[in-house]
């Protein structure tokens, strides 16, 4: 159930910063937005990391495959695509498209075992909800 609830919480806490940093880029431009909302999220995750037991730093440098490591640059980009989208199709639609888009993509890395993920078979049931999803945009958007 927490599992549910934090990812409802999760969503809407995307749909509002994309709402808030597509703001922050009208008195600023793209990169300025973007790299405030990582440094503002950097000073979080430290504080965060002092206050609740400062766990080993050195641990980063045992990740294997190395790419892990990369989750940060494809924040700056998930920021920045974000903030066009919602810029351009308004906080529903690009909502509507991000979220069947990690459906699709979420779906294929399990699937496929991508990125040392457990393979995990293919359910047609699946592929109907991901087409439902799809559906609904199109319906939404007429």
Not at 48 to 68: A, D, F, K, S
Not at 82 to 109: E, T
Not at 113 to 135: D, N, T
């Amino acid at each position: 159930m927490w599992g549910i609830l934090i990812a409802l919480l999760s969503g809407a806490l995307m749909s509002v910063q994309g709402v808030f940093n597509t703001e922050v880029t009208k008195h600023t431009g793209i990169w300025v937005s973007s790299g405030w909302v990582q440094l503002t999220a950097f000073a979080v995750c430290l504080a965060m990391w002092l206050i609740t037991g400062r766990q080993q730093i050195g641990g980063l440098w045992q990740v294997r495959p190395w790419y892990m490591l990369t989750g940060g640059i494809l924040g700056a980009f998930i920021t920045f695509t974000v903030i066009k989208s919602v810029g351009s199709l308004g906080p529903a639609r690009s909502a509507l498209l991000i979220v069947v888009s990690q459906i699709i993509v979420a779906y294929c890395i399990e699937v496929f075992g991508l990125f040392g993920m457990e393979k995990a078979g293919f359910e047609w049931k699946k592929l109907i909800g991901a087409a439902v999803a799809i559906a609904g945009i199109v319906i939404f958007r007429y």
